[in-house]
């Protein structure tokens, strides 16, 4: 309670309620006939996108994903102070060449899967601060460009081993703003880069559950709040293995998490989809936070929901010189606009 | 005037002036041979700072450069809520993975060579808005490392083309914070992608320039100054080349960039180090910032200081595909703690 920020050293408390304006998704054709088909604002029947290249399709899905969340609320592109995102490709080619479209002040970030989080709480601090109207929060990835960059390319029919999880290829964007209409952002918890020293680069749940716990309990203990305070807690993309790790890990700090924790990585594709331990990628926890999750708060299911995106930070550089895998998780608390929260779906 | 983010659409005006409270600079032999070897804080005899690889040792110079910071001032590690920064490795595993090692919450960036100011910027809008006390600001890079990633290993002994720049093997940390000593962070202007088309990936200075231009005239158009009013405006590593350009690109704006003009790439290396148009890389500016101009403005030579780092957002993969080089470039302005500007030299 002594340090300035708020309430802890990692949560910040916004004040002034930076609301979000407008969300869109857009997801690839599997990602379409998952779960949340229903859902999503866009589903692609080529992953290709009309492009060249996966990596130009994936930057073309942000960039439609952008354009649509202007569109959809009629948000002014020039009423946008920042642009603020990254995704999963080496030097965030998706974000930094999309923004050139935009032309708006760009704030690059790279927190792998947990990007879409990092950019809405640092977008929330740049409009709760005063320092923006309006901020752009967009992240994308695309299953074929990260299996190539990542892994090995597809054309190789290299076989996945069952730890594995299917990178989305999907976007989603949220726009803040500070009006005083819709869904806002009461909190957001950075989190502290963790490695427990999993080294295998195809179990990323295992990799980033310790990083999630840390910022959860951190979270929790800042805010003196308990997993029964949130209609839902949902993780990014832990898959179903790191969510049960994630689980095992809280109860012995002493929290235990019921039924209103999920993580969209496990949720999003369906059980018939061969996926292994479901989905990930920067793409995966943002379509689904700007689809279902928003939707339903529009429909006042959930008033109260802390949503993490987790992120393994390695690179194929630092496998290859068998470093361990260190993560990040980041959480932001989202509430319901009880004002107008029925207009703005 | 009418943006609320202070004056306009990309630049933040600090009200709370976020203080520098610590800086540090660390470089390998070749820089600490330059212009500026009686400026940095340590200067390495050996590239490798006694790692197994190029890569773990810009990590290891990270670590060492964000300890200094510390150190130097006696800021204690517990009073930092955020370490903010990035490098130019994939997935800026230089900054994620040492940031291991200070367990405080980490917002991870990718800014190119732009880094060290976004980073500053983002820092001392989350200082300025009372988000933080304390923030660690630091980029690292290496010329192994960036040869061997976004060029070629060095074992080849690929000649260099004329237009080319050397990767600064050095690493700068400022750390900002919500005291009453100590120069200041009084504005930030955040840059828009800009891509004029320049292919050429050995060509960063004329990549960059155009970003540069559109960054700075946005900034003297925002803040209704000129370039008379600064005591130094420094941009990041344009090499000759690139601050040539930017001169010409400026005066077509109708300013006029005088002898307070310089560029930290030309600067670093002296004319006998062979390094064509001069230094490059996120530590080019990162040290140069944290060593010669912040020590020049402890002395009282500079008291108003526009510090403008610039980045090529290029990868190898979109380099491959033919895609032009966008690039960005953010500007913060230093100003002088005249209370007790010598006190922390």
Not at 168 to 193: D, E, P, Q, W
Not at 261 to 289: E, H, K, P, W
Not at 293 to 307: P, R
Request: charged share 20%.
């Amino acid at each position: 309670m002594k340090k300035n920020n708020g309430l802890g050293q990692s949560t910040i408390v916004f004040k002034n309620k930076p609301r979000i304006e407008s969300y869109y998704s857009m997801v690839g054709k599997k990602e379409g006939q998952g779960t949340f088909k229903k859902y999503f604002d866009c589903i692609l029947n080529d992953d290709l996108c009309g492009q060249k290249s996966f990596e130009v399709a994936e930057r073309e899905i942000l960039e439609r994903t952008i354009l649509g969340a202007l569109d959809k609320n009629n948000v002014d592109l020039s009423d946008i102070d920042f642009m603020i995102g990254g995704d999963l490709l080496n030097q965030i080619i998706s974000s930094s060449f999309s923004a050139r479209h935009f032309e708006t002040p760009f704030i690059g970030l790279y927190g792998a899967c947990s990007t879409m989080c990092e950019s809405i709480a640092i977008g929330a601090a740049l409009v709760d601060g005063g320092y923006a109207k309006k901020t752009i929060c967009a992240t994308v990835s695309h299953f074929a460009a990260a299996e190539r960059q990542y892994r090995t390319p597809l054309e190789l029919g290299n076989q996945r081993p069952p730890v594995s999880q299917w990178t989305v290829t999907g976007s989603g964007c949220t726009i803040l703003s500070n009006t005083n209409r819709g869904h806002y952002v009461s909190m957001a918890t950075f989190g502290k880069v963790t490695d427990y020293g999993v080294t295998d680069a195809n179990n990323m749940g295992a990799a980033m559950a310790p990083a999630a716990s840390e910022t959860l309990a951190e979270h929790f203990k800042d805010t003196g709040t308990c997993p029964d305070d949130y209609d839902l807690i949902v993780t990014g993309d832990l898959g179903k293995l790191g969510s049960e790790i994630l689980r095992d890990l809280m109860e012995h700090r002493g929290y235990k998490l019921g039924t209103n924790y999920c993580d969209c990585g496990q949720m999003i594709f369906s059980r018939n989809q061969r996926t292994f331990q479901g989905g990930s990628g920067a793409g995966c926890s943002a379509s689904v936070l700007n689809s279902y999750i928003l939707k339903q708060m529009d429909a006042g299911v959930y008033k109260k929901v802390l949503f993490m995106a987790t992120g393994a930070l390695l690179s194929t550089v630092s496998t290859q010189q068998g470093e361990t895998i260190p993560c990040i998780a980041h959480a932001i608390v989202i509430e319901r606009g009880e004002e107008n929260a029925d207009d703005i779906s």
